[in-house]
């Protein structure tokens, strides 16, 4: 039986997920991924099912899959505080993210580390961080979003950030078939 609430845990990907997309050029994540059943895959995990305040580890070939969501990473550490997850830390070389948009798009972001802390509404991609999809993206060595005011920061740290925004496509001419 999966340590953490099957609840939480598919809040906490669909916010992390939704957080990790919803960046100035990119589209917005395919909403109804929030509502699928999730899997958690591993090599091997350690979890303190009976303490509010308790840390979960996964290591090895961690696979996390929530409808057209994918996360892999090296490690997965959730930490709760009073029963809530308070933080979520992925890492490997490199953490990937990979999620089909509502516009049928794919997105696809990875980092060596990637934190999210639900109670501050924070998404931190550090180390050689990239964002991808078909409207745009964003790299660099930090970037830190927050999903409840939508200001992203990234650079600033003596490291460079590039940001690339694909132009619309042009509408058909008129009369052309």
Do not use: H, W
């Not at 490997?92 to 999210?116: H, S, W």
């Not at 830190?144 to 940001?163: E, F, H, L």
């Amino acid at each position: 039986m999966n340590p953490l609430r099957a609840a939480d845990l598919r809040r906490l990907l669909a916010a992390t997920l939704l957080s990790a997309v919803v960046l100035p050029a990119l589209a917005l994540a395919k909403t109804s991924d929030r509502d699928q059943p999730m899997t958690l895959d591993a090599d091997a995990s350690v979890c303190n099912q009976a303490d509010a305040n308790s840390r979960c580890v996964f290591n090895g070939n961690v696979v996390i899959v929530q409808g057209t969501l994918e996360i892999r990473a090296d490690r997965a550490e959730i930490v709760r505080s009073n029963g809530d997850i308070a933080q979520v830390i992925l890492t490997g070389k490199q953490a990937t993210m990979k999620q089909q948009m509502d516009d049928g798009t794919m997105m696809n972001a990875r980092a060596d580390r990637i934190v999210f802390e639900p109670p501050k509404d924070l998404l931190t991609l550090t180390g050689n961080f990239n964002i991808e999809s078909p409207r745009g993206s964003n790299s660099g060595q930090r970037m830190v979003y927050n999903m409840g005011t939508g200001q992203m920061q990234s650079g600033g740290d003596g490291t460079r950030v590039r940001t690339v925004i694909q132009p619309r496509a042009a509408a058909p001419a008129k009369g052309s078939n």
